[in-house]
């Protein structure tokens, strides 16, 4: 017998080679010399009533091991019988993706031995995805190039259906870590949830953009399955989950360098600092005449950095073979089509939309969307403001304190009715922008509707001419020498009165009303 | 010593029970003494559940005495194969890595059984995970046939053949992967049937070969066995593969009996070099006898049912390698080794090593080769091949006849320890049953008399197409009745192992 | 091509078998002559032959999306070799796959 069997036994002597460099080229260093090449793996869990292959409610947490029944625990003698809505959603995610609709496939088992997988084998598809060959459009901040901006298209490799893993917690050692464990503590209640993995085919030639290449492309992958309303795409909650792969080339040798799959990353940012980190290190083992080594490696949020996985002793061979239990997936054209006219708008279209419709350049949108407002300011435009007077609120006002107070800006506890209550009333000449923040403040602090603010704090402004009139007239009596100023032409000086006048008024009068009424009196 | 009762059929139990002639609690009583009687000879079951067979006799008594209909079955006693799982008994497949496991579910069959009122008087030995011929395989030691205590009962169905062939229980339930309900019913002389696949479900039965395993009825008649079909089969939706579609009418099927007009086919290939001519001889009689009864006769060749011992035992192992992946100590069963410093590999594995017998282990190690990367498309895709080809055979065959037959096995039962150690040897009892199960096709055998060389029980198989299984009784009754009329009593009266 | 006992060897590991040292030569033999016997299949001409993994002709057969009620935490850890916080406890694991 000979092959890979044999052939893959004992650990790699490059293991131990390129595991001894250490240090990191600088980024601009590394990209000036090496073309990245990433590729990213992300898992998606389904947002189903149910499990993949049981009946067991597909929900985040609950008492360990409260959501299981024999077929997610892999009892002897159970059987998977999969769900209709989790097979719709793949096809879904495979539509908005552009990719062609398998009209025959396979589950797969993959077999591999690991505590936290009930049947030793995972229920996936292997050669027989149902969704393949598609594309992802995003857009990529860049500063050197016209608008600010660049557009690239992901090629999607496939996009596939499995199951999710139980949950281990790591008992005794240092930090929970599994490594130093003495035992370990197993959840199955996330066993057997629907998991969508869409891959894509390697993305080069995006240089020193690479890591917010990967990190545009999760985002706007995230935005598109959150419009499809498949999966609550938390990636905290680790509903969404992203392995990288990244590889370095030779600049112009045309040559794709070893890749290294990053797991862990867990977050938008994550993947950007991972990709970053890889090509470092990358550049680092390659400068030095090493080679890059394949191999799985860990990012860990603290640091920014990868260590690598267990150097492995054998190749993997998961010895896929076609599920027993289960029959081929055939969908039949009309359901796809049907799948297909039920897509909603999709956040690339939608945003071509609101371009258009709120008259703002590629630039300004793309800072509305970096300030994650985007959907803020439809809601308040739809509420009845204008686009200005919603993007002027939203981007100026109330992006401002999210970052003060560290959080979305979608998560602030105002709605976008109230900021459009907010700009009617400015509108209105009601409020003046001063008093319009404090509203905001009361709003924020919960002290109601922008309407039960104004009148629980009195911040309407003072517009009856009559007392405006009076408080103007005292305030030209009160400064003779001011007045005289503006009588001889040096209408600057007339501040002096109009500030006068908002303190008298506590500051709910029109500052540009007043304005006017000081330069009447004083001209008549 | 054995009162009537344990000799009559299910079927006549069953009137007697409905007529109120027989109280189930009685007809359990009989069969939990004969148990007691002759276990520890024959050792059919791996656990006797008393109580609970009382109880549910009584339920059925009282649900007659309240007037309630009553099932076909209800208040028949059953042997159950330790392969399927039940919430009130525990499940151990023969294997000492699920030792003591009781499962939190009843399988679709239990739960089917129960419902349609029949007493399980407990679960049966049976060759670990059902890999085997003739339950020398068990961790819990060998069943013995009840025609010669010094031979096996055939396998990995062995322990409800033998229960039923001891007169310990009427009916037994048996799967049938490769032959393992056909070829103990045949060396035990009794009718045992393995329907077409996915007609009944395999919800609850302990995986060994998923795209094989069939649950079937034993019996010793051709109506009993028909009886248990009818009640065990039917759609269910916890089983992918479970067929939806109405159960064929095998009962009627039974009674009718009658195959005049039927054309029946010789497979030749299921013949010849390496048979007994003792099976032989009685199988030749057998086909005579059915066109004395009406039916025509022809020889059908079936050229790839050769290849099928090869093909199924790359398939079967492969699916097996997968599926016992699942027993590792980490939720249930057996776990060896925890010292608090090994790591869960290596529990796994010195569990595994441990809890497995030497078959299962065997089987596991050929599956886990024939699937591995580089030799997949040279061993299990060609198997595949080759089940196309088997079953492309069937059909071309069942354009021609109405049902096929063969010998069940190619020799009656074997000595204890003969084969233990020759796999090959163990693999041969299965060479004519192999190919309905790769194909799915349903069959089953019927006992054709005793061989003359050594006195023991031959069966006759019989094949028909795939959702045809009434054919299979139709024939069976119609050779059992002729049979029967002319020995002149039942050819279980013959079996003096337990005398 | 006789199987070699490393082989055999790397096949356990695979399969989380601990074999001893006599049964994997003892395996070895056993499989070498099993395997032997199996590869007639390769004699077959089956080019163009579809493959079989199901005997039966269905396709699409799901469930709807509607739960159902699950074991109750007892029932589920009663089986198992050790719990610790209504969770099963196992051994240290080594590395994550
Ligand atoms: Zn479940």
């Given at each position: 017998?000979t092959?890979?069997?044999s052939?893959a ?7 131990e080679k390129?595991a001894a460099?250490?240090g990191?080229?600088?980024f601009?260093?590394a990209?000036?010399?090496y073309?990245?090449?990433i590729g ?6 389904l ?8 009946g067991?409610?597909?929900?985040f ?6 959501h299981v ?9 159970s059987?998977?019988v999969a ?10 995610i495979?539509l ?8 025959w ?8 031995f690991y505590?936290d997988?009930p049947?030793n084998?995972?229920?996936?598809q292997?050669?027989?995805p149902?969704?393949v060959d ?8 860049d500063?050197g ?5 660049r ?15 139980g949950k ?11 490594h130093?464990?003495d ?7 996330r ?11 390697p ?7 690479a ?11 995230r935005?598109?399955?959150r ?7 938390r990636m ?9 792969n990244?590889s ?5 040798s045309?040559?794709w360098?070893?890749?290294t799959?990053?797991?862990n990353?867990n ?10 980190h ?5 550049a680092?083992?390659l400068?030095?005449g090493e ?6 490696r860990?990012f860990?949020?603290d ?11 054998e190749?993997q061979?998961y010895?896929?073979f076609?599920e027993p239990?289960l029959?081929?997936?055939a ?7 049907a ?18 419709e ?13 300030a994650?407002?985007?959907d ?17 609120w939203w981007?100026?006002?109330?992006v ?9 800006v ?6 976008p ?6 700009a009617?009333?400015?509108k209105?000449g ?8 404090q509203?905001?403040?009361?709003v ?10 104004v ?8 517009s009856d001419e ?19 100023k503006v009588r ?19 500051g709910q ?6 304005r006017?009424?000081i330069?009447?009196?004083l001209?008549? | 010593?054995?009162?009537?009762i344990v000799r009559?059929s299910?079927a006549?139990?069953?009137?007697g029970i ?8 009685e007809v359990?009583e ?5 148990i007691?009687a002759?276990?520890d000879r024959?050792?059919?079951f ?6 609970q ?7 059925v008594?009282a ?7 009553l099932?076909?079955?209800?208040g028949v006693?059953?042997a159950l ?8 008994m525990?499940?151990?497949c023969g294997?000492?890595?699920l ?7 009843d399988?679709?069959i239990?739960?089917?059984l129960?419902?349609a ?5 407990g679960k049966t030995?049976?060759d670990?995970?059902?890999m ?9 030691g060998?069943s013995r046939?009840?025609?010669?205590l010094a ?8 322990g409800?053949?033998?229960a039923?062939?001891?007169f ?6 048996g ?13 035990c002389?009794?009718?045992?049937g393995?329907?077409t ?6 919800y609850?039965?302990v995986?060994?070969a998923?795209s094989l395993?069939t ?7 051709v109506?009993?066995?028909?009886l248990?079909?009818?009640v ?9 593969t ?5 159960v ?10 009658d195959?005049?007009?039927l054309t029946?086919?010789?497979v030749?290939?299921?013949s010849?070099?390496g ?6 001889a009685r199988?030749?009689e057998?086909v ?9 006769l022809?020889?059908?060749?079936c050229?790839?049912?050769t290849?099928g011992?090869a093909a199924y035992?790359?398939i079967?192992?492969s699916?097996?390698s997968?599926?016992?992946a ?5 939720r249930?069963?057996?776990r060896c080794g925890?010292d608090?410093t090994?790591s869960?590999?290596?529990?796994m ?5 441990s ?11 050929l ?5 591995s ?14 089940r196309?080809l ?6 071309a ?17 074997f ?11 163990m693999?041969?009892?299965d060479l004519c049953?192999i ?6 096709n349903p069959a089953?055998?019927v ?6 060389d ?10 028909a197409?795939?959702l045809?299984d009434?054919?299979?009784y139709?024939v ?10 002319r020995?002149?009593?039942p ?9 | 091509?006789?199987?070699?006992r490393?082989?055999?060897?790397h096949l356990a590991r695979?399969?989380?078998?601990a074999l001893?040292?006599d049964?994997?030569?003892h395996?070895?033999a056993q499989l070498?002559?099993?395997?032997t016997?199996?590869a007639?299949?390769q004699?077959?001409?089956a080019?163009?032959i579809?493959?079989t993994?199901h005997?039966v002709?269905?396709?699409n057969?799901?469930?709807d999306?509607v739960?159902?009620?699950?074991l109750?935490?007892?029932a589920v ?6 719990a610790?916080q209504?969770?099963?406890?196992v051994?240290?694991?080594l590395?994550e796959e």
């Amino acid at each position: 017998m000979t092959g890979t069997v044999s052939a893959a036994s004992g650990p790699s002597a490059a293991v131990e080679k390129g595991a001894a460099v250490t240090g990191l080229v600088p980024f601009g260093d590394a990209v000036s010399r090496y073309d990245p090449v990433i590729g990213l793996e992300t898992h998606v869990e389904l947002g189903t009533a149910t499990k993949m292959f049981c009946g067991c409610p597909a929900v985040f947490g609950g008492d360990p091991n409260t959501h299981v029944c024999p077929v997610c625990l892999g009892l002897p003698g159970s059987l998977p019988v999969a769900n209709r809505v989790a097979i719709e959603y793949t096809i879904r995610i495979g539509l908005a993706l552009n990719c062609q609709i398998a009209s025959w496939c396979r589950f797969a088992r993959k077999n591999y031995f690991y505590p936290d997988m009930p049947k030793n084998f995972q229920i996936s598809q292997y050669d027989e995805p149902l969704c393949v060959d598609g594309w992802l459009d995003v857009t990529i901040d860049d500063p050197g190039a016209e608008g600010g901006s660049r557009a690239i298209r992901v090629g999607i490799e496939r996009v596939h259906l499995e199951e999710d893993t139980g949950k281990s917690l790591h008992v005794g050692g240092t930090t929970g870590r599994i490594h130093g464990a003495d035992y370990s503590l197993v959840d199955y209640n996330r066993a057997g949830i629907p998991l969508v993995e869409i891959v894509t085919k390697p993305v080069d030639g995006t240089g020193e953009l690479a890591p917010a290449a990967a990190r545009a492309y999760v985002t706007e992958l995230r935005d598109l399955l959150r419009s499809l309303e498949v999966s609550d795409v938390r990636m905290e909650e680790g509903s969404l989950r992203c392995d990288v792969n990244t590889s370095l080339s030779p600049r112009g040798s045309g040559v794709w360098g070893t890749r290294t799959e990053t797991k862990n990353v867990n977050s938008l940012r994550s993947v950007e600092r991972a990709v970053r980190h890889e090509i470092e290190r990358q550049a680092a083992v390659l400068d030095s005449g090493e080679r890059v080594v394949l191999q799985t490696r860990h990012f860990h949020e603290d640091t920014g950095t990868t260590t690598a996985g267990r150097g492995k002793e054998e190749a993997q061979d998961y010895r896929y073979f076609p599920e027993p239990d289960l029959l081929p997936i055939a969908p039949s054209s009309q359901w796809v089509d049907a799948i297909r006219a039920g897509l909603p708008e999709l956040p690339a279209a939608r945003r071509a939309r609101l371009m258009g419709e709120w008259a703002v350049s590629a630039r300004e949108f793309m800072d509305i969307r970096n300030a994650g407002a985007v959907d803020a300011v439809a809601a308040t435009v739809a509420a009845g403001a204008s686009a200005a007077e919603a993007r002027k609120w939203w981007l100026n006002e109330l992006v401002r304190r999210a970052n003060e107070a560290g959080a979305d800006v979608a998560d602030l506890p105002i709605s976008p009715a109230a900021v459009a209550r907010v700009a009617e009333l400015v509108k209105a000449g009601t409020l003046s922008d001063k008093l319009a923040r404090q509203v905001i403040d009361g709003v924020l602090a919960g002290e109601g509707t922008p309407d039960e603010v104004v009148a629980a704090r009195g911040l309407a402004v003072v517009s009856d001419e009559g007392a405006l009139l009076t408080a103007v007239d005292a305030a030209i009596a009160a400064n003779p020498d001011v007045a005289e100023k503006v009588r001889g032409g040096k209408i600057a000086a007339a501040g002096a009165l109009v500030g006068a006048v908002m303190k008298a008024t506590r500051g709910q009068a029109d500052a540009t009303r007043v304005r006017e009424l000081i330069l009447d009196r004083l001209r008549a | 010593m054995d009162s009537g009762i344990v000799r009559m059929s299910a079927a006549d139990l069953a009137a007697g029970i409905a007529a109120g002639d027989l109280s189930a609690a009685e007809v359990t009583e009989a069969h939990l003494g004969r148990i007691e009687a002759v276990e520890d000879r024959v050792h059919s079951f791996l656990h006797v559940s008393a109580e609970q067979a009382r109880r549910a006799a009584q339920a059925v008594d009282a649900q007659r005495a309240a007037g309630e209909p009553l099932g076909p079955l209800a208040g028949v006693p059953l042997a159950l194969k330790d392969v399927f799982t039940t919430m009130d008994m525990p499940t151990t497949c023969g294997s000492a890595i699920l030792d003591g496991w009781r499962p939190p579910y009843d399988a679709t069959i239990t739960r089917r059984l129960r419902e349609a009122g029949v007493v399980l008087l407990g679960k049966t030995n049976m060759d670990e995970f059902a890999m085997g011929s003739s339950t020398e395989n068990s961790a819990f030691g060998p069943s013995r046939n009840p025609w010669d205590l010094a031979r096996v009962p055939g396998g990995s169905s062995g322990g409800s053949a033998a229960a039923v062939a001891g007169f310990e229980a009427p009916l037994g339930v048996g799967t049938d992967t490769g032959g393992s309900i056909r070829q103990p019913a045949a060396v035990c002389g009794l009718v045992g049937g393995k329907p077409t696949y996915g007609a009944t479900s395999r919800y609850g039965l302990v995986a060994f070969a998923s795209s094989l395993d069939t649950p079937g009825p034993l019996a010793r008649t051709v109506l009993d066995a028909a009886l248990l079909h009818e009640v065990m089969a039917g759609h269910d939706p916890r089983d992918s593969t479970s067929v939806d579609s109405p159960v064929p009418p095998v009962v009627a099927a039974a009674r009718q009996a009658d195959i005049s007009g039927l054309t029946v086919g010789i497979v030749p290939e299921l013949s010849g070099e390496g048979y007994q001519p003792g099976v032989l001889a009685r199988f030749a009689e057998a086909v005579e006898l059915l066109e004395s009864l009406g039916a025509k006769l022809m020889e059908v060749s079936c050229p790839h049912f050769t290849y099928g011992l090869a093909a199924y035992y790359l398939i079967a192992p492969s699916e097996c390698s997968s599926n016992l992946a699942r027993f590792d100590a980490m939720r249930f069963g057996l776990r060896c080794g925890d010292d608090g410093t090994r790591s869960a590999e290596e529990v796994m594995s010195l569990t595994r090593e441990s809890g497995f017998g030497a078959e299962v282990k065997r089987r596991i190690m050929l599956g886990t080769y024939a699937l591995s990367s580089g030799y997949y498309d040279a061993y299990y895709g060609k198997a595949q091949q080759v089940r196309t080809l088997i079953t492309r055979d069937f059909q071309a065959a069942f354009e021609q006849v109405d049902v096929l037959v063969s010998p069940t096995t190619p020799t009656t039962a074997f000595p204890i320890g003969e084969r233990v150690d020759d796999p090959m040897a163990m693999y041969l009892a299965d060479l004519c049953t192999i190919p309905a199960n790769l194909s799915g096709n349903p069959a089953l055998s019927v006992p054709c008399g005793l061989s003359p060389d050594d006195g023991l029980p031959v069966g006759l198989q019989i094949m028909a197409p795939v959702l045809a299984d009434d054919r299979l009784y139709r024939v069976a009754a119609a050779l059992e009745a002729a049979l029967d009329r002319r020995r002149g009593y039942p050819l279980l009266d013959d079996a003096k192992g337990l005398a | 091509m006789p199987i070699a006992r490393e082989d055999v060897a790397h096949l356990a590991r695979l399969a989380r078998l601990a074999l001893a040292d006599d049964e994997l030569d003892h395996l070895a033999a056993q499989l070498d002559q099993i395997i032997t016997a199996v590869a007639r299949v390769q004699e077959v001409a089956a080019d163009g032959i579809p493959p079989t993994s199901h005997s039966v002709p269905m396709q699409n057969v799901f469930r709807d999306d509607v739960t159902e009620p699950c074991l109750p935490a007892e029932a589920v850890l009663a089986a198992a070799p050790a719990a610790e916080q209504q969770r099963f406890r196992v051994p240290r694991i080594l590395a994550e796959e």
